[in-house]
């Protein structure tokens, strides 16, 4: 039996569907039939809240065909375009060819100009200076020039003369140091000068400061010199002896490296392998003198002469001598001493306290007593140090002293040319004095 015929919902017993479908007769058929159910209604949904009203944006108004930015019509906006772009073009160009123009100096005439450069000048400076005085239009452009190309280390310190139509890369190479451009003064040094003395005329001849000579003379770097082996550095004067006088050509306003340098040049120039030669022959010769004063090789063999030390004879020589022909003999004296300080303790030199306290015309008795390692009259041997730079003349003297048996002398001022006499004995030396002083 079909279950299905007797399906009897519970939901179907009530009144209302009996009223509608009988006694559900008809009901069973369809369902037999298979009939789909009757479509559920949907269920309406409530109606949703009205969203609150948000306010309308008011958008730029349409634009019209063929009008662009603010409305400007595009061919306009075009052209205006194009003449700003032909505007910032034009300007460039000008400006680039205004430079160009000053850095390669186009449409100048020709003219000589002096510039000046100092030591410790900047770019900034330098760049001024050549403003100043005509040779270039911007010196901001030649600064920013030169510190692209490293302008600075090629410009070297002088007096140069310049021309109006050099480039900015001519005038550079025409202020470096070997430049032709470069003024030149011709400065004579007289021998026997201190660096002092050196120093002061070099300023006075437009060379270089003196201040700037001392503290390159104390500090510089001159390691290449093999004579300053030795030599302590730290004061202005420290090269003494070695700056060799002579006649030379300098630059105006130059450096005080390549100054300095140049007078040690001439020194290791004229100091030749004779001399170093003659420096071991001169030991052999006071070694000798010392062992027949009774000298032991001991003692002897802390006394050698090195480059120094016949500097600072030379030097003494230099200031002692009155002419040329009497050098070799005052070598001798000095030596004599030297090599017996048993009976000849001291120099009794005047010109190494003439070099502390000042080139005085005469030392007083409380001068002859000052308190100085280079006072010759209480202090025992050699000073420490040279007095003054000396000449050739007597850095010969000072290798090749006369074989002599004198140990003082004096200067004659009675004699028509200005000499000294010398003597062997001290009892010589006091009647030659004597004399003098009778007239």
């Known amino acids: 039996m079909d279950e299905n015929k007797n399906f009897q919902p519970e939901e179907f017993q009530d009144q209302d569907f009996r009223d509608t479908f009988g006694d559900g007769a008809e009901f069973q058929k369809a369902f037999d039939r298979e009939q789909p159910l009757p479509a559920e209604e949907p269920v309406p949904e409530e109606p949703a809240a009205p969203a609150a009203e948000k306010p309308v944006k008011k958008g730029r108004p349409a634009r019209k065909k063929g009008y662009g930015f603010l409305g400007i019509p595009h061919i306009l906006a075009t052209a205006v375009w194009l003449v700003i772009i032909l505007w910032v073009g034009v300007s460039l160009g000008r400006i680039l060819w205004v430079c160009a123009t000053d850095v390669l100096a186009f449409g100048r005439e020709e003219q000589i100009i002096s510039?000046?450069?100092?030591?410790?000048?900047?770019?900034?400076?330098?760049?001024?200076?050549?403003?100043?005085?005509?040779?270039?239009r911007y010196s901001e452009l030649f600064k920013a020039y030169g510190t692209l190309t490293d302008a600075r280390e090629d410009i070297s310190a002088g007096t140069f003369n310049l021309n109006t139509i050099y480039d900015y890369m001519a005038l550079v190479n025409h202020m470096s140091s070997h430049s032709s451009s470069r003024e030149v003064v011709k400065v004579t040094i007289p021998e026997g000068y201190t660096c002092e003395q050196m120093f002061k005329l070099l300023e006075e001849k437009g060379v270089c400061k003196a201040e700037y000579l001392r503290e390159y003379a104390a500090s510089g770097e001159l390691d290449q010199y093999w004579f300053l082996e030795g030599v302590e550095r730290g004061t202005p004067n420290c090269l003494e002896g070695f700056l060799f006088p002579d006649t030379y050509q300098f630059y105006t306003n130059d450096s005080a490296a390549n100054v300095i340098e140049k007078l040690l040049d001439g020194f290791d120039y004229r100091f030749s392998d004779d001399h170093r030669a003659a420096i071991d022959a001169l030991n052999v010769k006071l070694s000798a003198m010392m062992r027949e004063n009774g000298y032991g090789d001991d003692y002897i063999g802390t006394q050698y002469y090195d480059v120094r030390k016949v500097i600072i004879v030379a030097s003494l020589i230099e200031e002692e001598t009155a002419n040329s022909d009497e050098s070799y003999k005052i070598a001798s004296v000095i030596y004599n001493r030297l090599t017996n300080q048993k009976e000849h303790p001291f120099?009794?030199?005047?010109?190494?306290?003439?070099?502390?306290?000042?080139?005085k015309e005469a030392l007083t008795d409380e001068d002859l007593a000052f308190e100085s390692p280079y006072n010759t009259n209480i202090n025992k041997g050699l000073i420490p140090g040279p007095i003054s730079n000396p000449g050739l003349n007597s850095i010969n003297a000072a290798l090749n002293p006369d074989n002599t048996n004198y140990h003082y002398y004096v200067l004659d001022t009675k004699s028509e040319v200005r000499e000294h006499h010398f003597s062997e004995t001290y009892d010589e030396?006091?009647?030659?004095?004597?004399k003098l002083k009778e007239g």
């Open 429 to 434: 030396h006091v009647n030659f004095i004597n």
């Open 347 to 359: 120099l009794n030199i005047d010109a190494t306290l003439m070099y502390v306290l000042g080139h």
């Open 115 to 136: 510039v000046t450069i100092e030591e410790t000048d900047t770019l900034d400076d330098i760049g001024q200076k050549l403003e100043e005085a005509g040779l270039i």
